[in-house]
T-cell receptor, first 115, second 113 residues
């Protein structure tokens, strides 16, 4: 049962345009959401996060939007650059009871930014 | 380098052999996590340590898997009698605070022939 879903396996965008990556979740207990970026043969690198008490968080070219009623979040990258080409993972956390606040990840979206 | 480090980066083994991976978290981080990532999937949670105590294990962690963090610093993940289905990237992550961002290492890629 996939609790965090990224329904687009891949996305191609022209350099300079906006990239929009989407993520849906099913567990209403999730209260913190994160986006990670991953290059091949490397570990995931944290990009940006948002708490469930907010609906938007911005950091430079990256903005994350959260729609709790729709259980949906999105990552906007403006303007997109070729160096943004990577796999992007959406992740969510909740108190598991054991205090781990482990992250549950989606399957990822491979972003290709075309020069 | 003060990030999470993992060793070895790559391991090729024959089915039935035992393998061990090591993780050194960021020094002040008392919370340590192991994840597994297979092709086309996101990282999947395996187990969680707070200091030396293993507080949570996923059902993915079969009896052939054992993890330790003996002094609350580095951790090891051992897989006994490896199977081809164990081929994956094993990721270690750590954090200082109860929730929020996890800092990942570069992973240990296991190939079981």
């Amino acid at each position: 049962d996939q609790q965090v879903k990224q329904n687009s396996p891949s996305l191609s965008v022209q350099e300079g345009r906006i990239s929009i990556l989407n993520c849906d979740y099913t567990n209403s207990m999730f209260d913190y959401f994160l986006w990670y970026k991953k290059y091949p043969a490397e570990g995931p690198t944290f990009l940006i996060s948002i708490s469930s008490i907010k609906d938007k968080n911005e950091d430079g070219r990256f903005t994350v939007f959260l729609n709790k009623s729709a259980k949906h979040l999105s990552l906007h990258i403006v303007p997109s650059q070729p160096g943004d080409s990577a796999v992007y993972f959406c992740a969510a956390s909740a108190n598991s009871g054991a205090g781990s606040y482990q992250l549950t990840f989606g399957k990822g979206t491979k972003l290709s930014v075309i020069p | 380098d003060t990030g999470v480090s993992q060793d070895p980066r790559h391991k090729i083994t024959k089915r039935g052999q035992n393998v061990t991976f090591r993780c050194d978290p960021i020094s002040e981080h008392n919370r340590l996590y192991w994840y597994r990532q297979t092709l086309g999937q996101g990282p999947e949670f395996l187990t969680y340590f707070q200091n030396e105590a293993q507080l949570e294990k996923s059902r993915l962690l079969s009896d052939r898997f054992s993890a330790e963090r003996p002094k609350g610093s580095f951790s090891t993940l051992e897989i006994q009698r490896t199977e081809q289905g164990d081929s994956a990237m094993y990721l270690c992550a750590s954090r200082l605070h109860e929730a929020g961002e996890l800092f990942f290492g570069e992973g240990s890629r296991l190939t079981v022939l």
